[in-house]
């Protein structure tokens, strides 16, 4: 809830997607065990991997002194000029895939980077708040969302990943998006039929235009 109000706050204030922003939102979503929570999380210091060997599920991210540079890039990219162009719902997709590529903490990525292709998404107009929730889908559909995370690449990021087609990552992000959408429009719908049942009849027989003068 806190990363979500912080993220609430960051797009009434029209914030870009900055270093320092992944940073205080990774710092709020990550739960030390210990001590107080950092105001930032820096970047990881040591290598990491994700699953365990020999799974299907295992991946070597990059090394970490590449990360700082990694990320760099991604900011820019996100920010720059080139990718206006290229419709909302890819852009995050790729982002959070190219982010969850990068590992750039030793915990938390995942909820990261969907929290941050969320933002992303609402700052580009297809923000349902509260409605929206790609960690549902993902809760429900968690092998194949780890299957196109990894598409059969090599394990190793150093062996084809920094270069690679996303058509099938992208293809299960946009069908996230598209359940989530259609489940957020069965919930409005759902509450708007309640409502109606409790409004007079007379009150339902009224147009847009009317109702507004009427609430007046």
């Not at 109000?5 to 065990?33: M, Y």
């Not at 933002?119 to 349902?128: A, D, K, S, T, V």
């Not at 299960?172 to 409005?188: H, K, P, Q, R, T």
């Amino acid at each position: 809830m806190k990363a979500l109000e912080f993220l609430d706050d960051a797009a009434d204030r029209k914030l870009p997607i900055t270093e320092e922003l992944i940073k205080k939102l990774h710092a709020i979503i990550r739960v030390n065990q210990y001590g107080r929570r950092a105001r930032i999380s820096e970047y990881r210091r040591e290598q990491n991997q994700v699953g365990v060997r020999n799974s299907s599920e295992f991946y070597l991210p990059p090394e970490w002194q590449d990360v700082p540079v990694l990320m760099e890039d991604l900011v820019a990219w996100i920010n720059s000029p080139d990718s206006y162009s290229i419709p909302v719902p890819i852009k995050a997709g790729i982002f959070m895939w190219q982010f969850l590529t990068i590992h750039p903490y030793i915990d938390g990525n995942g909820r990261t980077a969907r929290m941050l292709a969320t933002y992303i998404l609402r700052r580009g107009g297809f923000g349902l708040k509260g409605l929206f929730v790609l960690e549902n889908f993902y809760d429900r559909n968690l092998a194949e969302y780890y299957r196109r995370l990894h598409m059969g690449l090599h394990h190793n990021y150093y062996f084809g990943r920094n270069d690679v087609d996303l058509t099938l990552w992208l293809q299960f992000f946009i069908e996230g998006l598209s359940v989530v959408f259609e489940e957020a429009a069965e919930i409005v719908a759902n509450k708007s039929m309640q409502l109606t049942k409790l409004e007079p009849e007379l009150i339902r027989r009224l147009d847009p235009l009317q109702r507004l003068v009427f609430n007046k």
